[in-house]
């Protein structure tokens, strides 16, 4: 089982960049899918972005592909997610989530605030 403590929220400008982190701790990392949601008040959880156990494939969800990019690092047990050219309707909590076939993990989320 893993747990997963996400990072690197803040505010920024229309336009600025981020940098999420989703540190993970625990055995086995490298066989969790690892998927990034975000959710707005009042509005269900919505998938961002997603990187395979070995991180071989990767899917978007429209509103940010080509604006966002999801990685991950195994032998550090981290992922990332570089956000860049941010939009107000980008403001979230982002959470990310580790997954395998028999557990699922969840970070607690980082606030992330577009705006001028």
């Known amino acids: 089982q893993v747990h997963l403590v996400e990072s690197g929220g803040g505010t920024v400008q229309p336009g600025g960049s981020l940098r999420l982190s989703c540190a993970a701790s625990?055995?086995?990392?490298?066989?969790?899918?690892v998927t990034w949601y975000r959710q707005r008040p009042g509005e269900e959880r919505e998938l961002v972005a997603q990187?395979?156990?070995?991180?071989?494939?990767?899917l978007y969800s429209d509103p940010v592909r080509g604006r966002f990019t999801v990685s991950r690092d195994n032998t550090k047990n981290m992922v990332w997610l570089q956000m860049v050219n941010l939009k107000p309707e980008d403001t979230a909590v982002y959470l990310c989530?580790?997954?395998?076939?028999?557990?699922?993990?969840w970070g607690q989320g980082t606030q992330v605030t577009v705006s001028s």
């Open positions: 989530q580790a997954r395998t076939g028999l557990d699922t993990a």
């Open positions: 625990g055995l086995g990392f490298s066989d969790y899918t």
């Open positions: 990187i395979s156990a070995v991180g071989r494939s990767t």
